[in-house]
């Protein structure tokens, strides 16, 4: 019996894998630490959730007529009775997690961010997976246009400062008395023609208009061409605050389109929502999405918060970098010294472990081999983990407490005292 990964799910291995060139751990973590040190420097701090949450949370909070809810999550009843659901975003989990704790009572404004893995039972392709995992952050408290702009800013200085190409696609979807006059306008317009509709598009007539726009299907597209758009049916508070946030994009220098068809997949968004798209990515070309969510938090059962924030796609921003030949800044995973010994003598084998200890115990990143290699793969070995020194100790250097030390890049070659490596290194190591 050979075991597979499940479906559309991948291992992420600190070897770049056949199947998933582009995914390695050290890619994975240099990129998270660039999202961790951008938001913490904007004031955010991390929340961490359950994997699980109450299936009843997502029906509530994405919709029970969107996608993910009718036909996508990971829903199971576990042994005492209760519906849970491996978590398909980050959003309603920070919000359930705030009402619980009292959080929002506590701070006026609450900035926070979490990277973590959500589950979708997705049609599986390159770029949309079953698990994926997002660099979200999530504002709570504030209408202030700033904050959306803010927001917006953190979300287009993370893939630029990789160096990802993106473009910002921004629309506002109004307050839910403007939607609900909106989807009765659209679906008026789209009476007429509603049997020339795909069957998905007619299926969304019936149970959710709005998401009619968000379709790849020529037909549908043809049809809906000339359809009302929702930027008309505004109210003025809603109008005056994407204006504003239009205002300081602009003075911020962000490049942004305005998207009439933008509606996003999940019915909490209300006024701003934007998406990254990546240039040259095909289908799945969505880097990262979002906006104001100001009546989730009630409907939630809390009090009247108002919420934004954003998710980005880690594997699509790796899939990004790797389509632009860009490596990310990665950490170096080399060790500082590797330890190689000469002849078979248990004094020289010990002696080698006894001071890998302490080197690794001061800090400083330490190897040794395991396999019984001869002298020369050992340097090999060394080499290939691309090792800053040697430490050779054989059978005269145990003898008279010593080492040779050996830089590799240089060849530079000293006999020190065994006492003093450590010391040596921890300055070198810096
Ligand atoms: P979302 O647009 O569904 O939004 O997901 C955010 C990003 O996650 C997408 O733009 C995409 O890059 C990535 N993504 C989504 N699904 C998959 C998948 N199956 N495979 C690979 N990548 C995927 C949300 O989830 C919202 N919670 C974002 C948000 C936060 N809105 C407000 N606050």
Known sequence: MRYAAPPYMYDVLPYPSTKEPWLTTARWRAVERHFREMVMRAGYREIRTPILEPTEL????????????????????????RSL???PEGTAPAVRACIEHGLFAEHGLLKLYYIGQNFRYERGQKGRYRQHQQLGVEVFGAHDPAIDAEVLALAMNFFTSLGVRCKLHIN???????????????????????QHLSEEGKMRYEVNPLRMLDTKDQRDLAILAGAPV???????????????????????????????????????????????????????????GGGRYDGLVEECGGTAVPGLGFGIGMERCL?????????????????????I???????????????????????????????????????????????????????????????QLKERT????????????????SGKAL
């Open 85 to 87: 659901t491996m978590k």
């Open 230 to 288: 929702l930027r008309d049916f505004l109210t003025d508070d809603s109008s005056k605050h994407f204006e504003q946030l239009q205002g300081y994009l602009a003075a911020l220098n962000i490049p942004f389109a305005i998207d009439d068809g933008l509606v996003r997949g999940f019915d909490y968004y209300s006024g701003t929502v934007f998406e990254i798209k990546g240039e040259g990515l095909g289908a799945q070309d969505a880097l990262g």
């Open 172 to 194: 506002s979807v109004g307050t839910a008395e403007c939607r609900a006059r909106y989807r009765e306008a659209l679906k008026a317009y789209v009476a007429p023609s509603l």
């Open 410 to 425: 240089t060849g530079e070659q000293q006999k020190i005292d065994i006492d003093s490596v450590v010391q040596y290194l």
């Open 341 to 403: 010994t000469a002849g078979e003598q248990p004094a020289v084998r010990t002696t080698a472990v006894t001071l890998l200890h302490s080197l690794r115990s001061s800090g400083i990143a330490a190897d040794m081999d395991y396999l019984g290699k001869n002298f020369r793969r050992q340097f090999k070995r060394a080499d290939d983990l691309g090792s800053r020194f040697y430490i050779i100790i054989g059978e005269d250097e145990v003898a008279s407490g010593t080492v």
């Open 58 to 81: 997502f029906k509530r909070s994405i919709g029970e007529a969107t996608d993910i809810v009718s036909k996508e999550m990971f829903t199971f009843v576990d042994r005492g009775e």
């Open 319 to 339: 899939l990004a970098l790797e389509a632009l030949g860009i490596q990310p800044p990665q950490e170096d995973e080399s060790p500082i010294a590797f330890i």
